[in-house]
């Protein structure tokens, strides 16, 4: 849908109020032009394009909250300044030393009174997570805002990703968000393979990858969880469960996070029958343990007591931020891409989604817990259904406007690529954690601040997602 820039903001309000919600909004050049381009998500695929004359444009935040972070970028990046924007804090362009520096100060979250003060944390952490600052107003122990400063660690992904459209750039896609890797490599396929019919038992197998690796992840957070509140034992446990996934992975495809595993056209290599009984025999064992895991966990009084009521997001705030993957089906929204708009053999399988309607720590946890054996169930499924064939075909792209849309063990990562001669002009990445962000600035309100940690967990942000 292509319109005039003035209308943008109604069109995606529209679209919004109709059941989509705004998944990506960036800018491309167009020759002399520069345009908007907006992909709206919902039980299909909407791509909304206006054309910018000048060095600004309406801003959607206001009638949109999630457009807020993307106007950000936009304006960064491009120059092109959303006029109305609310809150326009470098998302980028800063350092924690100063403008004298070459950035931007962070600056004080303007909370002030008697008995209120500021707790800067990050950028760097003690630990192997990537670089954050985050900068708490704390009254005693009660949080009254929190604001998250990313943007560290910018790698320029999207600019590398561009070039011909030929290359193989399966590698670079794997290193978006390493833990993510086929997610993201399924995202970047999908925009190169728009136009190629790929083999079926190829995409059995690609979709066994993508559940394996949303498995390992979702054990690593609850372990994480486990051990933010004090529960050494079940964070020892999910842990070596995350370990054997990690395992099995090396063992089927010869790397612990799946990484090699995909190709354009298909997968690098076929699983055998004894590869298929092997994953079978491992995934089955795993709902047992699941269950055992957090069984353990939630018999704890400490632990529900930490984990319930903590961290709470709201239906409404999800909607309006725009939050995606477990973090939003734990507060009651109904959005899975696997099940909306299905991809590889998802639309041949039965799945169900799992949503919780509390928002909190212990949502999260639950969630994450049905996720892992449902995909154990999809797992299964794909083994019983696939046949032999080939397992690889050759790529043809065309040129044109191509989109990949994968739903992530976070979520929903978007990829968006133009094409014009053979050659990708502007691709664009949307990782899930860059729209859930904001939401944790909003989930960690009124909670203490030795709850920051598990709630931080919960939600199961990437910083190297976030910084493209």
Same mark, same amino acid.
């Given at each position: 849908m292509d319109i005039d820039v003035e209308d943008l903001s109604r069109v995606v309000r529209k679209h919004i109020e109709g059941g989509f919600r705004l998944a990506c909004l960036y800018v491309r050049d167009a020759g002399e032009d520069r345009v908007l381009e907006a992909i709206m998500v919902g039980k299909r695929i909407e791509r909304?394009?206006?054309?910018?004359?000048?060095? *600004?444009? $309406?801003?959607?935040?206001?009638?949109?909250?999630?457009?807020?972070?993307?106007?950000?970028?936009?304006?960064?990046t491009y120059g092109l300044c959303p006029v109305g924007h609310p809150d326009m804090r470098p998302l980028r362009s800063r350092t924690v030393?100063?403008?004298?520096? $070459?950035?931007?100060?962070?600056?004080?979250?303007?909370?002030?009174?008697?008995?209120?003060?500021?707790?800067?944390?990050?950028?760097?952490? =003690?630990?192997?997570?990537?670089?954050?600052?985050?900068?708490?107003?704390?009254?005693?122990?009660?949080?009254?805002?929190?604001?998250?400063?990313?943007?560290?660690?910018?790698?320029?992904?999207? *600019?590398?990703?561009?070039?011909? =459209?030929?290359?193989?750039?399966?590698?670079?896609?794997?290193?978006? *968000?390493?833990?993510?890797?086929?997610?993201?490599?399924?995202?970047?396929?999908?925009?190169?393979?728009?136009?190629?019919?790929?083999?079926?038992?190829?995409?059995?197998?690609?979709?066994?990858y993508a559940e394996l690796e949303r498995i390992y992840n979702h054990f690593g957070t609850i372990a994480g969880i486990a051990l933010d509140t004090a529960l050494a034992v079940p964070a020892a446990y999910g842990n070596m469960l995350r370990e054997k996934m990690l395992r099995l992975n090396e063992n089927i495809c010869g790397h612990r996070m799946l990484w090699g595993a995909l190709r354009p056209g298909g997968v690098a290599r076929d699983l055998s029958d004894v590869a298929l009984a092997t994953i079978e025999r491992e995934a089955m064992k795993l709902k047992f343990d699941v269950n055992g895991l957090v069984?353990?966990?939630?018999?704890?009084?400490?632990?529900?007591?930490?984990a319930e009521t903590t961290g709470k997001l709201s239906y409404e705030d999800a909607l309006r931020l725009g939050v995606v993957g477990p973090v939003a089906r734990a507060s009651g929204i109904d959005n899975d891409v696997r099940k909306a708009i299905?991809?590889?053999?998802?639309?041949?399988?039965?799945?169900?989604?799992?949503?919780?309607?509390?928002?909190d720590v212990y949502a999260r946890l639950t969630v994450r817990k049905n996720?892992?054996?449902?995909s154990i169930s999809i797992i299964t499924q794909c083994i019983t259904r696939i046949k032999e064939g080939p397992v690889h075909t050759k790529v043809v792209t065309g040129d044109g406007f191509h989109i990949g849309v994968v739903e992530s063990p976070r979520g929903e990562a978007i990829h968006c690529a133009h094409i014009e001669n053979g050659r990708i002009t502007r691709y664009k990445i949307r990782d899930p954690s860059f729209?859930?962000?904001?939401?944790?600035?909003?989930?960690?309100?009124?909670?203490?601040?030795?709850?920051?940690?598990?709630?931080?967990?919960?939600?199961?942000?990437?910083?190297s997602g976030n910084d493209l």
């Open positions: 909304v394009t206006a054309a910018v004359d000048g060095d *600004s444009f $309406g801003s959607l935040t206001p009638e949109v909250s999630g457009a807020s972070l993307y106007e950000r970028e936009i304006y960064e030393w100063g403008p004298e520096s $070459g950035g931007a100060a962070i600056p004080h979250n303007g909370i002030v009174g008697n008995g209120t003060f500021e707790i800067p944390v990050g950028p760097i952490h =003690a630990g192997v997570i990537g670089p954050g600052h985050f900068r708490f107003s704390v009254a005693g122990e009660p949080i009254l805002m929190m604001k998250a400063y990313l943007g560290y660690s910018r790698r320029g992904i999207e *600019s590398m990703m561009e070039g011909a =459209a030929s290359k193989d750039n399966t590698q670079l896609a794997e290193r978006i *968000s390493g833990d993510n890797a086929v997610a993201h490599t399924l995202a970047y396929l999908q925009t190169i393979e728009q136009d190629t019919k790929i083999p079926e038992r190829a995409e059995y197998i690609r979709t066994i069984d353990m966990m939630t018999r704890s009084p400490s632990f529900m007591d930490r299905p991809y590889e053999a998802y639309g041949r399988i039965d799945l169900k989604v799992s949503k919780c309607p509390s928002g996720e892992i054996i449902e729209p859930n962000w904001p939401a944790l600035e909003c989930a960690i309100m009124g909670n203490i601040v030795p709850d920051f940690p598990v709630v931080n967990k919960s939600f199961d942000l990437s910083y």
